[in-house]
């Protein structure tokens, strides 16, 4: 059971602009930890998108960027490609009882 | 070049033990933490649990504490992932997944191909 919800889904058009939600509590989000990102092909490993918010690994388009306020972070695609239709995970740490990863429900980006 | 490589799919009966592998290369495998993540068919991504190879210091999700087996050698800079009596419901694709760095709250930057369990009479 995932403490981070994601929308089920997010459509655009090719070189529209899309964002993803990412709603935490006060025990991940909401207590400053950071938020990273994956993107999963279909058929293929997570990959590492956004780490620390905000931050892109090398490699990585500028078209995608994070953000994050209280409780809450968001995934912002510009410029949308057919190559981003993909599955998009957050996740972050949780400190409530046992500390541990948590991964976001997942949404999936479909490119009209 | 960076990377794990895990072992291949395995299909096996209820009851059976299993041990699946995550071979490590192109980084010193001591200094980073290696976690396990579970993916069911068509559902999303669950951590497991996380080792240390430096000290085999490992934590696990309270979910699968009791359930798995997380180990490493580092002799040949390998994760383990292992069952001792797997069920159905354990069918699912395993990743494993290096932490960026010692911030034990940093991302996983650096993810196997995955390992699929079918488990099945």
């Known amino acids: 059971q995932s403490v981070l919800t994601q929308p089920p889904s997010v459509s655009g058009a090719p070189g529209q602009r899309v964002t993803i939600s990412c709603t935490g509590s006060s025990s991940n989000i909401g207590a400053g930890l950071d938020v990273h990102w994956y993107q999963q092909l279909p058929g293929t490993a997570p990959k590492l998108l956004i780490y620390?918010?905000?931050n892109r690994p090398s490699g990585v388009p500028d078209r995608f960027s994070g953000s994050k306020s209280g409780t809450s972070a968001s995934l912002a695609i510009t410029g949308l490609q057919a190559e981003d239709e993909a599955e998009y995970y957050c996740?972050?740490?949780?400190?409530?009882?046992?500390?541990?990863?948590?991964f976001g429900t997942g949404t999936k980006v479909t490119v009209l | 070049e960076v990377q794990l490589v895990q072992s291949g799919a395995e299909v096996k009966k209820p009851g059976e033990s299993l041990k699946i592998s995550c071979k490590a290369s192109g980084y010193s495998f001591t200094n980073y933490w290696i976690g396990w993540v579970r993916q069911m068919p068509g559902t999303g991504l669950e951590w497991m649990g996380i080792?240390?190879?430096?000290?085999?210091?490992?934590r696990y999700s309270p979910s699968f504490q009791g359930l798995v087996t997380i180990s490493a050698d580092k002799s040949i800079t390998t994760a383990y992932l292992q069952w001792s009596s797997l069920k159905a419901s354990d069918t699912a694709i395993y990743f494993c997944a290096r932490r960026r760095s010692g911030n034990y709250y940093d991302a996983f930057d650096i993810w196997g191909q995955g390992t699929m369990v079918t488990v099945s009479s």
């Open positions: 620390g918010n905000n």
């Open positions: 996740q972050s740490f949780d400190t409530s009882l046992t500390p541990l990863y948590v």
């Open positions: 080792i240390y190879p430096g000290d085999s210091d490992t």
